[in-house]
């Protein structure tokens, strides 16, 4: 008897081929059978006469390290149909600490810095391998494949301030990156436009990068450098740290903000098929939206970040340096200014500030009869450095043609959250809720993009899985693990907006996460199945 049979749906098994009628039986976490199971009994069938049974979709760029602690329910991703969340991304990674007291990294790199951790969260591991135990007791609805950060590495060796890396402070990133990775995690991440890993030469990432290199399926992924006209030369770096330390690069959220290169997507790819024709392995991932979610504080010039949060906020405090950052800031990145005006407040720590959410930066200044550079600082020093905002920056001709590409594959940049957990009370970039069931509702379905639907969800499934060297996950295949969802092709969308971003996806009817029900018929179950996996 079979504990599952998912009968009459339409297979897409995660290959890039074809779909297919078919049934489908599962025993235990494990899909046994595909065919026809006509005679067959189980403890639970269900009809799929008109769905699409796709392989659970991996999000292979996410935030949600430490809100799968918070929202161990992960009701944003898996009403998406999501049944992995790949983790530490942009440098952010919460181990290893170093020592034998994670609070310094969770204070640095994720209070301080605003990568959602609720203060009341209880940090009770050091290394990648507690880390991962921790979630597994604590339980989770979806599971997690962990990298390790640079940032986490710089700030547990002590080199968080603009200059070069000592020896013994490389060293020590060494051996933590490798141990990392012998425990499991999947690869080192960068975020080379957020501090402290903005400081990071390209020289010490391929030293750095160059340690971990001989581990079988292991790859850098990177958060490029920001700047005006840097789209080419963003790329450029991570394919020479690529080939110099002879890894494979996964590039992270490909776009174009600078409006002056708008439509300039083709020569990006034409960067990534040259590397492709000396040898290096480099792919990349991306999300639908013509917005990009991020801190107030990367507006600032990168100096003014050294030694941390604190000596941030002290310069701020310093007339002739507040000056000067003012002064820099208006001026704008590489001399390129913002528009201020699309630029949007998502969320706030401080109470008095409840009220600016969903205001742009310009309507702030407004309201109190500031300017703009004096409304950016009082913010800073008002949130205590960290103010999450929505940069409205991009083009849909850019999002559908970086979507399109062969080398695409799709990543939320989100979080694994709910609606009356830790966000509830600001408005999160969309992307949290919607980035899977938008592509496949009003990109596919709606003829916006090229793909077929079988491609999407290739790029949603068989194709991370691949990067990742995910072993029995991520197609349809007997003695795959059993991760599974099924949706409703005529109504999968998404409902999200920015501004009312707590919103379910529409169209999932079934996720399935390590052989037990986590959506079913269209309900959370409440279960938690999830598992964290580990690099082959």
């Given amino acids: 008897m079979f504990d599952i049979i998912i009968k009459n749906g339409i297979v897409i098994d995660g290959s890039n081929k074809s779909k297919y009628k078919s049934d489908i039986g599962i025993i235990r976490d494990k899909i046994e059978k595909i065919g026809s199971l006509e005679n067959s009994s189980a403890k639970k069938i269900i009809d799929a006469s008109g769905l699409i049974i796709s392989p659970g979709f991996i999000d292979i760029h996410t935030h949600s390290d430490i809100s799968v602690i918070n929202d161990p329910l992960n009701e944003s991703k898996i009403f998406q149909g999501v049944t992995t969340e790949v983790t530490g991304n942009c440098s952010y990674s919460p181990f290893p600490s170093g020592n034998d007291d994670p609070n310094t990294l969770k204070e640095e790199l994720w209070e301080k810095r605003g990568n959602a951790d609720d203060p009341n969260t209880i940090w009770q591991w050091t290394t990648f391998d507690e880390y991962a135990n921790y979630i597994e007791e604590k339980g989770t609805s979806l599971n997690i494949a962990p990298q390790v950060g640079y940032a986490a ?53 391929i030293e ?20 005006a006209g840097r789209h080419i030369s963003k790329i450029e770096e991570a394919v020479e740290i690529g080939i110099k330390s002879n890894i494979s690069v996964q590039f992270s959220h490909l776009a174009i903000t600078d409006w002056r290169y708008y439509g300039e997507g083709p020569k990006m790819h034409k960067v990534f098929e040259d590397a492709e024709k000396k040898g290096l392995d480099i792919t990349y991932d991306m999300y639908p939206y013509t917005a990009a979610g991020a801190g107030l504080d990367q507006t600032m010039p990168l100096w003014s970040h050294s030694g941390g949060i604190e000596a941030f906020l002290e310069r701020l405090r310093n007339p002739k340096q507040r000056e000067k950052i003012k002064k820099e800031t208006m001026d704008g990145i590489d001399g390129l200014p913002q528009r201020w005006e699309t630029i949007v407040i998502s969320s706030v720590k401080n109470p008095e500030n409840k009220n600016i959410i969903g205001l742009s930066i310009e309507e702030i200044a407004k309201k109190r009869n500031l300017d703009i550079g004096e409304t950016v600082m009082q913010l800073t020093e008002e949130e205590q450095a960290v103010v999450s905002v929505i940069f409205h920056n991009r083009v849909e001709e850019d999002i559908q043609c970086f979507m399109d590409h062969r080398l695409a594959m799709f990543g939320s940049d989100g979080n694994a959250i709910s609606k009356h957990g830790f966000y509830k009370d600001g408005k999160p970039h969309p992307r949290f809720y919607g980035t899977f069931p938008r592509i496949l509702g009003r990109y596919i379905r709606e003829n916006r993009s090229q793909l077929s639907i079988e491609e999407a969800v290739y790029k949603m499934t068989g194709f991370p899985a691949w990067r990742l060297g995910l072993k029995q996950r991520g197609e349809i295949k007997k003695k795959y693990f059993a991760d599974i969802t099924i949706f409703n092709p005529n109504t999968i969308i998404d409902k999200a907006t920015f501004e009312n971003p707590h919103q379910y996806s529409e169209g999932i009817e079934y996720v399935i996460v390590n052989g037990e029900f986590v959506i079913s018929q269209g309900n959370h179950t409440k279960e938690k199945p999830g598992k964290v996996l580990r690099r082959p």
């Fill in 153 to 205: 590495l710089q700030i547990a060796s002590g080199s968080v301030e603009n200059r070069r890396a000592t020896v013994d402070e490389l060293e020590k990133m060494k051996k933590l990156a490798n141990e990392s990775i012998e425990q499991g995690a999947f690869s080192l991440s960068t975020g080379l436009s957020v501090p402290p890993s903005a400081f990071a030469s390209t020289e010490e990432i």
């Fill in 208 to 227: 750095i990068c160059k340690s971990i290199s001989h581990y079988e399926n292991v790859f850098y992924v990177t958060h490029a450098r920001e700047g």
